[in-house]
């Protein structure tokens, strides 16, 4: 009785520590984003560690750990951009839950499930973003958006899309599973 | 559940924009964001370095490539003004021809052929110079040629386009001429001196010469023999006149009108009578 309790237990803080580091992962490349990346143009693209990160994270984690990343990713940026609250949230979500599905089904064990899913999703978060923002009726260019810095953005995150990946393959691994019983002893 | 972060996202989009500044979405973001601050701070504190170098690296390519588009543009610029600056002078130059040809020294019994140099002296043992008139323009042998300023030499070789035309500074060179003023006669041939001197020779110690006096060609005419130069073409002024009791004539250096060292174009006078 003791020793289940004590299993549940450390189950629990097996979890919890899986949180925390997904929770701090999504966290620093979000402020890494909006304080570092979101200053950096090289040839008129800006490359997007925070979706990147999100779209390897997915991959190894599934589609509601990606979505729940996407949306808490997107809400930080929103919240540190003081920009309109939620949008990013929204986008983010839906690509990483997007990636998830990919991971869980298509994409499972590909080798190029990393680089095609980053390259997909750059391009359709670009494509979101313009119709969200025309929508909510901001000023935005679609030349500037899809060609001008989408072009150069989707090999920027491309390039970081290796290094991203291995580094979530460290801190995110997903746990492994319970060990199933191996043998039966039988008790008489 | 995804569903569920889509619905949030929705509403907050939609209370975000719909809310004024002083709203509680408003207010809770802004305190995120005070939150945030520390850390985006911390980032790029830690990140200053790394952008300070991309930004130096960045800077100098920039620099290296402004530098080398700057060099390009000042190098067209500069061939661009001197181009407009040999524009300018041979627009000089062919506005003295112009007005020389239109001035009443110009030779009657002559016709002018107008031509470019084409070819200039290699050194100082080839005072001549190359112009792009020959035969077939007219242009014959020993054809006295001038620019606006005055007398500069003689055809001594033709070609079907172009002519040799051998300086007054050749050691070859030799123009009977007089003092416009008192009429006293010699030949001009390269002086002493150095660079484009000239020298008016044999002329007797009893005739008047002084310094300022303006040498034009003599223009002699026997019955059967003729200068090879018109009258009156105006070669230079009088810099100097000396005589010593040893000598028999009068050294007196002249100073040539034509500015040999940038001719550009000249005027080749042919004899009516023989010319085209």
């Known amino acids: 009785m003791i020793a289940r309790a004590t299993a549940t237990r450390s189950r629990g803080l097996r979890a919890l520590g899986d949180v925390l580091r997904v929770a701090l992962l999504i966290l620093v490349a979000a402020i890494v984003q909006v304080s570092i990346f979101a200053t950096i143009t090289i040839l008129g693209g800006t490359p997007d560690i925070l979706l990147v990160t999100l779209v390897c994270l997915a991959l190894l984690r599934g589609s509601i750990v990606g979505a729940i990343a996407g949306f808490a990713g997107g809400l930080i940026v929103d919240v540190a951009t003081l920009g309109t609250l939620g949008v990013t949230a929204l986008l983010l979500t839906v690509a990483g839950y997007w990636a998830g599905r990919y991971g869980e089904t298509t994409g499972r064990d590909r080798a190029r499930a990393v680089p095609l899913a980053v390259a997909v999703i750059t391009i359709l978060v670009a494509v979101g973003g313009l119709a969200l923002h025309a929508m909510l009726g901001d000023p ?49 | 559940m995804v569903g569920v972060l889509v619905l949030l996202a929705l509403a907050l989009v939609t209370l975000s924009y719909r809310e004024s500044n002083g ?33 130096w690296f960045d800077g100098l390519f920039q620099a290296r490539s402004d530098a080398k588009k700057l060099r390009a543009e000042n190098e067209q610029l500069r061939q661009l ?27 009657n019994d002559y016709n002018p052929i107008a031509a470019s140099v084409i070819s200039r002296p290699a050194g100082a043992f080839a005072q001549a110079i190359v112009v792009s008139a020959g035969s077939a323009d007219g242009v014959e042998l020993n054809a006295p040629v001038v620019t606006g300023a005055g007398l500069i030499g003689l055809v001594t070789r033709v070609t079907s386009h172009a002519s040799r035309v051998t300086l007054l500074t050749d050691e070859s060179s030799a123009v009977s001429a007089l003092d416009a003023k008192t009429d006293a006669a010699g030949v001009v041939g ?33 019955t059967k023999l003729s200068s090879l130069y018109p009258k009156g073409i105006p070669i230079g002024t009088v810099t100097s006149v000396g005589q ?32 085209r």
């Open chain 2, 244 to 275: 010593s009791d040893t000598d028999l004539y009068k050294q007196v250096q002249v100073q040539p009108f034509a500015d040999f060292s940038s001719i550009d174009a000249v005027i080749v006078l042919v004899r009516k009578a023989t010319g």
């Open chain 2, 23 to 55: 709203g509680p979405v408003t207010s809770a973001q802004n305190a995120g964001a005070e939150a945030l601050r520390p850390f985006e701070v911390a980032a790029t504190r830690v990140a200053r370095p790394f952008r300070d170098a991309y930004s």
């Open chain 1, 140 to 188: 935005v260019s679609a030349h500037r958006a899809l060609l001008t810095t989408l072009l150069p953005t989707v090999p920027l995150n491309l390039l970081l899309a290796w290094p991203v990946n291995r580094l979530c393959g460290i801190i995110a691994r997903p746990p492994a599973p319970p060990e199933r019983a191996s043998e039966v002893q039988v008790l008489v």
């Open chain 2, 190 to 222: 390269l002086g002493p001196g150095v660079g484009a001197t000239l020298e008016l020779d044999r002329v007797s110690k009893d005739k008047d010469v002084r310094v300022g006096d303006t040498i034009v060609t003599a223009g002699w005419r026997s």
């Open chain 2, 81 to 107: 003004v001197l181009q407009h600056e040999f524009a300018a002078n041979e627009v000089k130059q062919l506005k003295a021809l112009l007005a020389y040809r239109e001035g009443p020294t110009f030779p």
